[in-house]
């Protein structure tokens, strides 16, 4: 069976002025049986439609913090660096995507920016705006679960793990505020932060914001995710 090609958002090194990549979203996807490929980082809409028409799906990766902007909100001081190059990308992106109804899968900052640009919004930082005695941001090893989300029952993240309950890792400082009149929530963190979602409208846009690519290698849940990404690219 012909492997599918998914297209991986490349991280910026704005400091640098360089594209780069966490092995773990390559390795996670190639081992649920895929092709990965980085994307260039670009905002022509020509090229983003050849990559998005060509491509079998897509991951929204981590990285900087999603801009305010995206979400009509003032920056407060407490927001980290943006990537206006990444934002303005992935918008055209996603919309791309969503109109093919390409298979989509977000992480972290992935799941953060599909609901900012799908009409929800953010907490800029969590310590800031919600502290929490969860932890959310944590220490090495990555590939460790550090707190608990409760899954929604009978969500497509519920019927594909056939649990109530899981454990994962944690590292961000923004997360979820008002949830995207076009996504549902598939998990939630005891704080009450959304931690996974699905977009009823399509086929398949899963997005979490916890980190499968630091665990898919020791967690047969996190594996599962990719796994459930990859078949549906397959179709």
Known sequence: MKKPLI????????QRDSLWMIPGYMEGLTAAGAVPVMLPLTHDR?????LTAQLDGFLFTGGQDVSPDLYNAVRLGVCGECCPQRDEMEKILLNAAMDMDKPVLG??????????????????DIPTQLPSYIEHHQQPP???PVHEVKLVHGSPL???LKKDKLNVNSYHHQAICDLSPRLLCMAASEDGLIEAVYCPEQ????????????????????LSVFSEFVSVCRL
């Open 158 to 160: 519920h019927l594909l």
């Open 203 to 222: 086929t398949f846009l899963w997005a979490v914001q916890w980190h499968p690519e630091l665990s898919y290698n020791v967690s047969a849940d996190s």
């Open 7 to 14: 297209g991986v958002v490349p991280l910026v090194d704005i």
């Open 142 to 144: 990555y590939d460790r």
């Open 107 to 124: 992480i972290c900052r992935g799941i953060q920016f599909i609901n900012a640009a799908l009409g929800g919004t953010l907490y800029q």
């Open 46 to 50: 020509e090229t983003i439609m050849q």
